[in-house]
C-alpha cells in the first residue's frame, strides 16, 4: 500500500532554512516522479517541485534559487531544502507521487513569521 509521511515543518523566522521530508513506503520512489506542493490558507494549492526517476528536477519560479529537491534512495526518502524563506512561503507542504491519479502524504505545515 503506497503511504507517504511528510515531515519537518514548524516555525521559522524570515531568512531562516528549514528541510521537509517525505518518506515513502508501499513502493520505491526512485522509480517515480516526486512533487512538492503547498497550500496556503484560503488559497488554493500550487505546484513547488518535481524530481524524475532520472534525477532531474524543476520548480516553481517563486522558490527557484531558495530551494532544493533532492533524494535518499537507501531511505526512500525524498526531500525539500527551503532556503531564504519569506512569509509567503507559509503553507501546508505536500508531497505527491505521479502514479495513477496521484497519491498525496498529510501534509507539514510551514510558518514564516517573525
Known amino acids: 500500500q503506497v503511504q507517504l509521511v511528510e515531515s519537518g515543518g514548524g516555525l521559522v523566522q524570515p531568512g531562516g532554512s528549514l528541510r521537509l521530508s517525505c518518506a515513502a513506503s508501499?513502493?520505491?520512489?526512485?522509480?517515480?516522479?516526486m512533487k512538492w506542493y503547498r497550500q496556503a490558507s484560503g488559497k488554493e494549492r500550487e505546484w513547488v517541485a518535481t524530481i524524475t526517476p532520472a534525477g532531474s528536477t524543476n520548480y516553481a519560479d517563486s522558490v527557484k534559487g531558495r530551494f532544493t529537491m533532492s533524494r535518499d534512495n537507501t531511505k526512500n526518502t525524498v526531500y525539500l531544502q527551503m532556503n531564504g524563506l519569506k512569509s509567503e512561503d507559509t503553507a501546508v507542504y505536500y508531497c505527491?507521487?505521479?502514479?495513477?491519479?496521484?497519491?498525496w502524504g498529510q501534509g507539514t505545515q510551514v510558518t514564516v513569521s517573525s
Open positions: 505527491k507521487v505521479q502514479m495513477g491519479l496521484g497519491y
Open positions: 508501499g513502493f520505491t520512489s526512485s522509480s517515480y516522479a
